[in-house]
């Protein structure tokens, strides 16, 4: 075989192994991040199964989120301390411990605990997806690339409440963990057989005070949202002021510490690079709308309109399926224009969608929240990939673990905030609505006061796009092979 031949044959191998990671990677992603949304449409069922309020339910999803936003940081340490397949096979593991616990759960408290460890695995699993898709693809490829990881990133938490809609409608909530282990156990398997080590392991030194002070900081943030919706007081009780206090305090120490040591934990200068701090802004915007939409139109479809739970996953059906389709679109667009266009037309459709969805009522048509939620999921689409693919093309070698994990980190966190300011703001709602009406008593309120405290939701959310709108004006195509663009 002349030499020609045989690099034909290399590249050929090559092109197949990488498309066998990709694949194993895709597979255990979609499962994963399915379970960050797939409880919403069970929320209500769980609540009256369990005994608890709305807000003690709502730390099914923020507890998650919440586990997401403490432990991402530390995915850039772990992306220098272990190989591409350990952390792999540690993922997994944590993905069916979690999973088998949530699916035998007889109580609240238990089924918390299996999902604290699913978005452990989690955590580990997300930044490692990114970091080897920028280590095996070259720039000029990442935005298909990415694109199609959209159909993990963005899809798989859209489609959560529509799967486990139907799933519920047909088996019972259980059956949403027990039909994602097996799937979990092939992941694992396939991954024992093709994932390969691709990154560098040089073991940087470990801050334990930049641990402690990421956890408190990020944690006590949360923590703070998530109480503005329980007990007396909302924005004012010592909660939310405390933690809120005792979070924004470590943050800046944890800034400050990366800052001044050698090996930091979270290489913050990621952030001087101005196209990958739009593009980070721009997911915080997507993560936090996305979120916010997934807890509170499940809610407004099964306890406002009484809908029951495969009815309105249906509902939210034809959204996850244009964008599954739309998001590797978006990708070869990127590839091809850049973002320049493509996210500021994204944030006006996002804005157009929320605009309508913060009016609905208790007559508004099931097909118009159809188009919204759609016009919704595309919009983010068109947002999330291109401005995140550009913002990492940016970054020199040196900082994909840590640009992989500053994006991640920002992404958990912002749907941690956007699901628990969502919970909170239906509660404010629900009660400015019941202070005013005629007779409280009346059960027929009950939902008139739930569609109020949606549409207070979405007032929030549409605020938040038209804040985003303009930066998105701001994007531009970084030139490959020249970061400092």
Known sequence: MNVQGSEVVQNSKKNYQTTLIMAVFLLSGFVGLFSETALNVALSSLM????????????????????????????????????????????LSLSIGGTLI???ATGFEVLLIGRIIQAASMAVLVPLMFNTILIIFPPEKRGAVIGILGLVLVVAPATGPTLSGIIIGSLGWQWIFWLSLPVIGICLLLGLRFIQNVSTISKPKIDFLSLFVSTVGFGGIVFAFSGVGEGEGGWGSAMVTLPMI????????????????????????????PMFSIGTLMLFVCMLLILTAMVVLPMYLIRGLGLDALTAGLVLLPGGILQAIMSPVMGKLFDRFGPRWIVPLGLIVISTALFFLKGISESTSLILIMIMHTGLMVGICAVWMPSQTNGLNQLPPELYPHGSAIMNTIQQIAGAIGTAVAISLISVGSHAFMETAIDPTNPVNDSLALIAGVQTSFVFAFVVALVGLPLAFFIKRVQVGNPSS
């Open 48 to 91: 009256d199964l369990f005994q608890i309020s709305a807000s003690m339910a709502q730390w099914l999803t923020t507890g998650y989120l919440l586990t997401l936003g403490i432990l991402v940081p530390l995915s850039g340490l772990l992306l220098q301390w272990f190989s591409t397949r350990q952390l792999f096979i540690f993922s």
């Open 246 to 273: 005792a979070g924004i305090l470590a943050l800046l120490v944890f800034v400050w510490r990366q800052n001044r040591i050698k090996q930091p934990m979270l290489n913050l200068r990621a952030l001087k690079y």
């Open 102 to 104: 949530a699916a035998l």
